[in-house]
């Protein structure tokens, strides 16, 4: 979920709640907050918790509310997944360590602390592109092991890889980190998606998923088509920029980014709106 933000870069939590009302209305299930495309590097920890507290007491009898906790700090992480926990989430996102890229047994290591932590479910979010490192297999396999790891958002974006990971460890539930390799992942037994297009277009996306975990592959693989270019339009520029500026012209205001990230520009959105109404008008 984007965090919204007011024109003056504060933490908008009654927008918050809005937006994560109007994503629960829309066909998602779970909301993951201060994730990627919740600007996590720049929240503080007290923004963080209070985000936790409101969308858990806006939502959280109507979807799952998964907690994003985790940084390049082990003891950060520990500490924040503790808060969260508290504060009453149901899930946590444990991000791999970026920038330090640890060896493997770092990362066994790290998110193992978080796990032993809290009582609650952690889902590992492996994504290469922006950390440095990748979890491998077998090292995810090891922490599959660990009770309250139970699935990991999977965007290297390499369906061999997830293939192999799904025939590995048949226990560890498999989400895609990308949207446009969502229904190629599933086909392979991901069971569904932590998404940024459902910021726009949540129906179809849930439709999708609800179609493949129903093995009912040509009418997933239609509405995956019409989401392709939607799909490609967000990611013109780096996360979140994209989906941040389009949703404050398409939906209602949810400031700026914070530095370093930067709004999308008019060329972008323009793309992501022409996208949404050909994806309406099919």
């Known amino acids: 979920m984007v965090t919204p933000f007011g024109a003056d870069g504060s933490l908008d939590i009654a927008t918050a709640v809005r937006l994560a009302q ?3 209305s829309s066909g998602s299930d779970g909301l993951v907050l201060a994730g990627t495309t919740g600007e996590s590097p720049t929240l503080r920890a007290d923004e963080k918790v209070a985000l936790f507290e409101a969308v858990v007491e806006a939502v959280g ?3 799952m509310v998964v907690a994003g906790t985790s940084t390049y700090d082990t003891r950060e992480s520990v500490e924040m997944t503790e808060r969260a926990t508290a504060a009453g989430v149901d899930g946590i996102l444990a991000v791999t360590p970026y920038y330090s890229k640890p060896e493997q047994s770092g990362l066994i290591a790290h998110f193992r602390a978080i796990a032993e ?9 492996n994504i290469p592109g922006r950390t440095g490192r990748r979890v491998e297999i077998r090292t995810l396999a090891t922490l599959a092991d660990h009770p309250r790891i139970v ?3 999977d965007a290297v974006m390499d369906v061999d890889f997830t293939s192999e990971t799904v025939r590995a460890i048949p226990g560890l539930a498999v989400y895609s980190g990308q949207d446009s390799y969502t229904l190629p992942m599933m086909a392979v037994g991901a069971v569904g998606v932590v998404s940024v297009i459902s ?3 949540g129906p179809e996306v849930a439709e999708m998923v609800k179609a493949a975990n129903r093995n009912e592959l040509e009418a997933a693989r239609q509405i995956h088509q019409a989401l392709l270019g939607l799909c490609w339009a967000c990611f013109l520029e780096s996360n979140p920029a994209p989906i941040r500026t389009a949703l404050s012209r398409l939906w209602g205001p949810v400031g700026p980014p914070r530095l370093p990230v930067v709004e999308a520009s008019a060329k972008t ?10 994806l309406r008008n099919r």
């Open 61 to 63: 009898d109507k979807a």
């Open 199 to 201: 910021h726009l277009a």
């Open 22 to 24: 109007h994503l629960v």
């Open 151 to 153: 699935a990991t958002k």
């Open 117 to 125: 932590t809290t009582d609650k479910p952690v889902m590992l979010y």
């Open 269 to 278: 959105v323009d793309a992501i709106t022409e996208a949404l109404a050909a």
